[in-house]
Structures are given as C-alpha cells and as structure tokens.
C-alpha cells in the first residue's frame, strides 16, 4: 500500500477512526486501526468490539493495500509533521511515514488479530442531521456513566405516535425528547443504544446535513458524510419512565432561562465541591437561590420570576440543574415541583416535545 495524503485530513481521519479504539482491552488487535486503500479510496476502521467507526477520504493512491497500524503511536506521528503532503507506504510487517525531512517506520500488527467488520443488513432510514445532533446534546447527558448498571448507560429510542422518543436517566434526573415527524420503530417497539455510540455521533453530525440509520437486530449504524458508525445494542428492560414523571404538580415557577443560568452559575460558585446542593426558595415573590458552604460563606441571589403555589424550599445538585437548563430550548423555562422530596420538571414555555426531571437533594 502507497499513497499521499495532505496532514490535516490524514489528522483527522486516524483522530475519528481512533476514538473507537480499547484503550483497556488485553486484545493487540484492538488497539490498532485497520487501513485499506483501493484505488484513490483510503479506509480507516476502529473497533473495541462495542463500538465500530469507519471513515473513507479520497487520497492519491499508487499501489492497493490492507494493514493494521497501532492506533495511537501512528495518529501522534503523523499529526506532529509539519503541514502539508505526508506519504505512507506499507511492505512485510512495516508502515512508513514520510514528510519533508521527518521518516517514521513501525511495526504492523498481525491482521488476523484485528475483529471482522460485517455490515448490518437493514433497511436504511434517513434522518436530519441537525434535528438529531440537537435532540442528542439533550438527552444524552442524563445516561449514567457507571458500567455496573449497563441499562442506565443507555439512550432509549421508541416510537411515541409518529414521533421517535429518546430518553435517557441515571436515576437522578431523566430527559426525554420527541423528535416529531419520524417513523423509525413501530408502535411499541423500542432499542437500547450505549450513550457512549451516541456521544461519538454527535460529534461526528456535525459534518453532515443527512444521515442514514439501519437497526439491526443487535447492531445499529449510523453514516454521516464517509463516516461509518456501528454500536451494539444493550440487552434488557429499560425502567418505566413513564412512571417516574409526576402527572400534578400544584407549584409552578415560571422563569428566563439565561437570568437563572447566571444566577445559578455565580451562586454554585459557593457549592464547589460534588454534592453540595443549591436551594430553590420560593414564595409568592418570587425565587431566591441560596447555597452555603461550611466554614467558607453564603451565597443568595434573588431571580426575577413568577411563582403560583405553596411557599416551597427545594435544593438541587447544581451541575444537574445547570445542564438541564443549558440544553432546555426556548426563553423561558417552568420549574414544576410538588413538594421538597419528589421529582421536579423542568420545561421550557411553548416547548412541549422536550422534559428534564430532576430529582431534590435532601437537606437538613
């Protein structure tokens, strides 16, 4: 294999491909991308067996050829030359990397070792890839990051009438989104993907302006302008949230979101450490954030608001209360609540397709 390559495109095709790569797995296979090229075609493929990222550039070929370079160690050498046209070529058990004055050989790894690649057969849907890239910097957030409950970790898509419902929770806070006008499952139907596929593609949607979806039984993919996306699909029964979200709320406080993310970001500065609350007071004027720190001082703050209820004294983890109000579309938002204790909803005014419910935090 021989072809020449400009850097910054070389850079960033090795950088994609890579972010699928085990970084724990014992397995050397993995720990490498496989590299193919045919003809101009230059394909680049990570893989940890969970997650697959392929992606395809347009290079100036010399001679075909297939490999499995060590991921890592070829992505820095090649984005530490200098700009411009970088040249690669494989022979036996080596890979070249040339430019200008700079010349790297290294090792091959066995490509026996790496996994096969199958594509899914499934019928392809297209989807907006703006809408989607949205509704996932929305939901994606409330998934757990703890692998000793893999069903949390997971985004769930469902059919919700002739929309397609994604929701995620750690079981401190849940979002959910509907994303109108899409067909993708049938009524009942529901999938599992891992947060972590779907944060990558996030990144990757902002390349394109489609993208194309085939679920599989097991798989899903998702291509996006050249990229390839394959994630496995968690195996079990996502928790009823339908079940989780309160139908009453008798307090409801009505307020401009960029007010209360400011406030709300000077106020958490006295709440520094992990859980360290932030209370909500509200009362018929209104709403006063609060936090307070042991032995290093107070922070109060009044929001300009409108409050309809009970005088209630509610407190939150910041961080989850600031990344629900960052993503929440719209002005003005509505903090639902019923009591201290039970699960308050936040939703933004004139938005029905989005929620973020969040649980209290208790405090003496």
């Known amino acids: 294999m021989k072809f020449r390559c400009e850097r910054d495109v070389l850079v960033e095709t090795l950088g994609t491909a890579g972010r699928a790569v085990s970084t ?26 969970d997650l697959t990222i392929t992606t395809t550039i347009e290079v100036s ?5 297939k ?10 050498i090649v984005k530490a030359l200098s700009p411009g046209a970088v040249e690669l070529s494989t022979e036996d058990d080596t890979l070249r990397i040339s430019a200008g004055r700079s010349d790297f050989s290294i090792r091959l790894i066995t490509s026996d070792e790496f ?30 990051s703890d692998d000793s409950r893999p069903i949390l970790t997971g985004v ?4 919700e009438g002739d929309s397609l419902r994604l929701v995620a929770t750690d079981s401190y806070r849940l979002a959910m989104k509907d994303i109108d006008g899409i067909e993708l499952l049938s009524e009942g139907e529901q ?5 972590r596929a779907l944060g990558e593609l996030h990144r990757i949607l902002a390349n394109g302006k489609s993208i194309t979806l085939r679920l599989g039984e097991k798989e899903a993919s998702f291509t996006v302008e050249g990229v390839t996306l394959t994630t496995r699909l968690i195996e079990g029964d996502f928790p009823n949230y339908r079940g989780l979200v309160p139908d009453h709320h008798p307090n409801t406080l009505t307020v401009n979101r960029t007010a ?9 500065l006295m709440a520094p450490q992990e859980g360290t609350p932030v209370r909500i007071e509200m009362n018929e004027h209104g709403m006063e954030l609060v ?6 001082g107070t922070a109060r703050e009044v929001v300009e608001s409108s409050y309809v209820g009970e005088d209630l004294v509610v407190a939150f983890n910041p961080r989850f209360l600031l990344e629900g109000l960052e993503v929440a579309p719209g002005d003005d938002v509505t903090l639902l609540t019923t009591d201290e204790l039970k699960p308050a909803l936040i939703k933004s005014v004139g938005f029905d397709n989005y929620l973020y419910l969040l649980m209290p935090v208790r405090v003496s």
């Open 291 to 296: 936090a307070v720190t042991a032995d290093v």
């Open 260 to 268: 209360l993310l400011d406030a709300l970001r000077r106020v958490k």
């Open 61 to 65: 070929g010399e001679s075909d050829g």
């Open 67 to 76: 490999a499995v370079i060590p991921a890592r160690l070829a992505a820095d």
């Open 24 to 49: 724990r797995s014992g397995l050397p296979g993995l720990s490498g991308v496989q590299v193919e090229l045919v003809g101009d075609q230059f394909t680049v493929t990570g893989s940890d067996l």
């Open 191 to 195: 999938v599992l993907v891992p947060s």
């Open 115 to 144: 996994p096969k690649i199958t594509d899914i057969d499934a019928k392809p849907v297209e989807l907006d890839a703006e809408q989607l890239a949205h509704a996932l910097k929305q939901v994606v957030l409330a998934a757990s």
């Open 156 to 159: 769930l898509l469902a059919a």
